[in-house]
């Protein structure tokens, strides 16, 4: 018994280890990781944009400005406050989602040209979707790089459903198809619906 047990966990640490070893989990990992630093990084942004413009939601904010009546000033808002917070809104709507789903795309064995396709071009459009937002640069370029982004979407799913059972990934396959349509079955219109207030 000790025997079989032990064969059935050096199994699955082999598994684990091709997994990890994975060109296209990895390509998946950096790029993610990339995302959710630049969404990290709009929480610093919001802080800074509220201590340059005074703004802030909470009255113990704001002792540093003033005491008493004229602390009460500062609570309020600020168009730049306001478009930061929209931002980071919109970064949490697309980038969350893509854990998610690109985790699963990456599972399911697909080529890595095309996998690095898909991370590097909606990596690129929500970096271009920020600076279109916070400079701000003229429409359609925010639409734009928030529409490619979300093509990419579909793109990944399309892809996904195009290899065959006998792909890379042949013990997983089955069970990640079913996931990838209940992922964008529960979580795409309810993300969708929110992405249309921020627009």
């Known amino acids: 018994m000790f025997f079989k047990r ?13 997994f990890v070893d994975n060109e296209v989990f990895r390509a998946f990992a950096t790029y993610a990781t990339i995302v959710v630093l630049k969404m990290m990084l709009m929480s610093v942004t919001t802080s800074y944009y ?6 802030f939601d909470n009255p113990e904010d704001t002792p540093s400005f003033g005491k008493a009546e004229n602390a009460k000033k500062f609570v309020r808002t600020h168009p730049d406050v306001d478009r930061v ?14 854990f998610g789903i690109g985790l699963l795309y990456a599972l399911s064995g697909p080529e890595l040209s095309s996998a690095l396709l898909h991370f ?10 920020t600076f279109a937002y916070l400079i701000p640069l003229p429409q359609p370029s925010r639409g734009l790089s928030w529409a490619i982004g979300c093509g990419l979407d ?8 195009k290899y065959p059972e006998e792909s890379q990934s042949p013990v ?6 079913f996931k990838c349509r209940t992922f964008h079955g529960i979580l795409r219109p309810a993300t969708l619906d929110g992405i249309m207030v921020t627009r």
């Open 6 to 18: 032990s064969s059935v966990k050096s199994g699955e640490m082999a598994r684990l280890t091709q």
């Open 50 to 55: 509220r201590l340059t413009r005074k703004a």
């Open 85 to 98: 917070r929209r931002c980071h809104l919109n970064d949490l709507e697309n980038i969350v989602p893509f």
């Open 120 to 129: 590097r071009i909606f990596t690129a459009c929500r970096i271009v979707h």
């Open 154 to 161: 579909n793109s990944s799913r399309f892809q996904e459903k």
């Open 172 to 177: 997983y396959l089955p069970l990640i198809r």
